[in-house]
Nanobody, 118 residues
Framework: QVQLVESGGGLVQAGGSLRLSCAGS????????MGWYRQAPGKQRDLVAI???????NYADSVKGRFTISRDNAKNTVYLQMNSLKPEDTAVYYC????????????WGQGTQVTVSS
């Protein structure tokens, strides 16, 4: 059974920090590209950051220099360190696991709410 379980969301003041975690099970974590996406009310789900199975990273322009994605394959966990948070970062954050070779899959977590107050 595949599970992606996010944690670490919450309410924080502007300028503050949060660290999101996503623990994966039932997937080939070490060979999965792992991403964080977010969806604000009434908006589409957008990519925030992605880290490939090889460790390459990519970020949305709006979070570059503030957010850092990392992974610990030994713990099957991907992290999103969010610093200098802004009210516009308020959204539900979703973890994604994607594998494009052999046993292909694309899985989503249930989401964790991040609210940044001004």
């Amino acid at each position: 059974q595949v599970q992606l379980v996010e944690s670490g969301g919450g309410l924080v003041q502007a300028g503050g920090s949060l660290r999101l975690s996503c623990a994966g099970s039932g997937i080939i974590f070490s060979s999965s590209d792992m991403g964080w996406y977010r969806q604000a009310p009434g908006k589409q789900r957008d990519l925030v950051a992605i880290i490939t199975w090889g460790g390459s990273t990519n970020y949305a322009d709006s979070v570059k220099g503030r957010f850092t994605i990392s992974r610990d394959n030994a713990k099957n966990t991907v992290y999103l360190q969010m610093n200098s948070l802004k009210p516009e970062d308020t959204a539900v954050y979703y973890c994604n696991a994607n594998r494009q070779v052999l046993f292909k899959y694309d899985y989503w977590g249930q989401g964790t709410q991040v609210t940044v107050s001004s």
